[in-house]
T-cell receptor
Framework: GEDVEQSLFLSVREGDSSVINCTYTDSSSTYLYWYKQEPGAGLQLLTYIFSNMDMKQDQRLTVLLNKKDKHLSLRIADTQTGDSAIYFC????????????FGIGTKLQVIP | EAGVTQSPTHLIKTRGQQATLRCSPISGHTSVYWYQQALGLGLQFLLW???????NRGNFPPRFSGRQFPNYSSELNVNALELEDSALYLC??????????????FGPGTRLTVT
């Protein structure tokens, strides 16, 4: 079946850039998403990228997609303490919009 | 606009009991999804309801069931609770006819603890 992998933990200093990585196995993925989960809150959609794109930028967020290696990354510029959260990568297979597969989540710790 | 709401926030049950979790979708959304977020396992897709019917389910035993009401709110029932059912259960909703992408709006979750 489909699989999405992420590293569990990332620690950065405030003001630095954070890069959270994700790999997926389904070559028919249509959309790839990044969600943010703050303590006690549900998942918040941060951004998404279509599988026919290589890059998407949205303010401080940059998503890079390497389709050959099935590698997705989320770069957060000028990381702030409010960015501390768990970040989930998720992928939708073609034709399977209702079967989104999530990664285990990467906990980002921002050190003041 | 109110977001997805879930109740209760926390639920403590003993092994063998039944748990009922509730979810109210965003107004206008007809699809409701349930996910289990167990420690160390990430999010696992449980169930999808739309227009009152179960449309799809993940790889979970039949003791995980639910329903969707005419107002599109939903219940998740877990029978014969086991210790490993302890998890955060997240509900999400989306418009049925979303075409250009796929966006779910998540609730804050219900933390189920089985002792």
């Amino acid at each position: 079946g489909e699989d999405v992998e992420q590293s569990l933990f990332l620690s950065v200093r405030e003001g630095d850039s954070s890069v959270i990585n994700c790999t997926y196995t389904d070559s028919s993925s249509t959309y790839l998403y990044w969600y943010k989960q703050e303590p006690g809150a549900g998942l918040q959609l941060l951004t998404y990228i279509f599988s026919n794109m290589d890059m998407k930028q949205d303010q401080r967020l940059t998503v890079l997609l390497n389709k050959k290696d099935k590698h997705l990354s989320l770069r957060i510029a000028d990381t702030q303490t409010g960015d501390s959260a768990i970040y989930f990568c998720a992928e939708i297979p073609y034709g399977g919009y209702q079967k989104v597969t999530f990664g285990i989540g990467t906990k980002l710790q921002v050190i003041p | 606009e109110a977001g997805v709401t879930q109740s209760p926030t926390h639920l403590i049950k003993t092994r063998g009991q039944q748990a009922t979790l509730r979810c109210s979708p965003i107004s206008g959304h007809t699809s409701v999804y349930w996910y289990q977020q167990a420690l160390g396992l990430g999010l696992q897709f449980l169930l999808w309801y739309d227009e009152g019917e179960e449309r799809n389910r993940g790889n979970f035993p039949p003791r995980f069931s639910g329903r969707q009401f005419p107002n599109y709110s939903s219940e998740l029932n877990v029978n014969a609770l086991e210790l490993e059912d302890s998890a955060l259960y997240l509900c999400a909703s989306s418009p049925r006819e979303l075409r250009l992408g796929y966006e779910q709006y998540f609730g804050p979750g219900t933390r189920l603890t089985v002792t």
